[in-house]
């Protein structure tokens, strides 16, 4: 009994001061403004598996890259009508559908579905619902011609005429995805709970040159100045990790297959 005393007089005597710890100050609102800073993670309605992601630099004044998606997907948990993607910033010049025609997971050619885009978020209304486990793939044509805030998404560093290397001399664009910023050059679900394969095949003027994920399937000169490169990452990764550099490199071969 005296023991049961002194744990309801210890729990009464610290009612006070847990209490004056809760009403302090949380990390989860903006002491400024009374905003919630909570970040939870975007619903996950659609596994995505694979993206093939076609870029081609048209111009660096001003910038433009032109880009043509195709992102493979099956449905999770139930039936789904829409799809929701993040794309921030992409001018959007079309959205397509390819859905699954046979047990060997052949693909129907696309057809034109509805959507919405805000600038933000791409919602994509599906001529009938997606079935669970259904392959389907996502096709969008669009242009990047945003290039800012700096260090988000993709960042042109402007070359110095002066410098006596070409890897100074000519501009570099390159991404920064963490956390959340890779959705400003490609539609993606910008969270850390998906993950993918993907490849990129992306399309420069000469001398310059492209590095990404994954493994250098293919180098191909195009004519007219201009080469191919194709890289593929064929281990599944969250999409802030998708890498892309555009520049005048110096090229070491390490040697193996890999090189």
Same mark, same amino acid.
């Given at each position: 009994?005296?023991?049961?005393?002194?744990?309801?007089?210890?729990?009464?005597?610290?009612?006070?001061?847990?209490?004056?710890?809760?009403?302090?100050?949380?990390?989860?609102?903006?002491?400024?403004?009374?905003?919630?800073?909570?970040?939870?993670?975007?619903?996950?309605?659609?596994?995505?598996?694979?993206?093939?992601?076609?870029?081609?630099?048209?111009?660096?004044?001003?910038?433009?890259?032109?880009?043509?998606?195709?992102?493979?997907?099956?449905?999770?948990?139930?039936?789904?009508?829409?799809?929701?993607?993040?794309?921030?910033?992409?001018?959007?010049?079309?959205?397509?559908?390819?859905?699954?025609?046979?047990?060997?997971?052949?693909?129907?050619? #696309?057809?034109?579905?509805?959507? $919405?885009?805000?600038?933000?978020?791409?919602?994509?209304?599906?001529?009938?619902?997606?079935?669970? #486990?259904?392959?389907?793939?996502?096709?969008?044509?669009?242009?990047?011609?945003?290039?800012?805030?700096?260090?988000?998404?993709?960042?042109?560093?402007?070359?110095?005429?002066?410098?006596?290397?070409?890897?100074?001399?000519?501009?570099?664009?390159?991404?920064?995805?963490?956390?959340?910023?890779?959705?400003?050059?490609?539609?993606?679900?910008?969270?850390?709970?998906?993950?993918?394969? $993907?490849?990129?095949?992306? $399309?420069?003027?000469?001398?310059?040159?492209?590095?990404?994920?994954?493994?250098?399937?293919?180098?191909?000169?195009?004519?007219?100045?201009? $080469?191919?490169?194709?890289?593929?990452?064929?281990?599944?990764?969250?999409?802030?990790?998708?890498?892309?550099?555009?520049?005048?490199?110096?090229?070491?071969?390490?040697? #193996?297959?890999?090189?």
């Amino acid at each position: 009994m005296p023991r049961l005393v002194l744990l309801c007089l210890a729990l009464c005597l610290s009612a006070p001061v847990f209490g004056q710890v809760m009403s302090g100050p949380t990390p989860r609102i903006d002491r400024d403004t009374g905003r919630s800073l909570a970040h939870w993670p975007h619903d996950r309605h659609f596994d995505h598996l694979h993206m093939r992601l076609e870029l081609d630099l048209e111009s660096l004044d001003p910038p433009v890259i032109r880009g043509r998606e195709v992102l493979r997907m099956k449905a999770v948990g139930q039936d789904r009508g829409q799809i929701h993607l993040d794309a921030v910033g992409l001018e959007i010049e079309s959205v397509d559908v390819r859905w699954t025609s046979d047990a060997r997971d052949r693909l129907r050619p #696309g057809r034109a579905v509805g959507y $919405t885009y805000d600038g933000q978020d791409l919602v994509i209304s599906l001529s009938k619902p997606a079935g669970v #486990g259904e392959p389907i793939e996502v096709i969008l044509e669009y242009r990047i011609t945003r290039f800012e805030p700096r260090g988000e998404g993709l960042t042109i560093e402007p070359g110095q005429p002066d410098a006596d290397s070409d890897s100074l001399r000519f501009p570099v664009i390159f991404s920064q995805g963490e956390a959340e910023s890779n959705s400003q050059w490609f539609a993606c679900h910008d969270f850390p709970n998906e993950r993918l394969s $993907t490849e990129l095949i992306v $399309t420069v003027d000469e001398p310059f040159q492209v590095v990404s994920n994954g493994r250098l399937v293919e180098v191909r000169p195009l004519g007219h100045g201009r $080469t191919r490169w194709h890289w593929l990452q064929q281990a599944p990764h969250v999409n802030y990790l998708v890498q892309l550099v555009i520049g005048v490199f110096e090229r070491v071969d390490l040697g #193996g297959p890999d090189s």
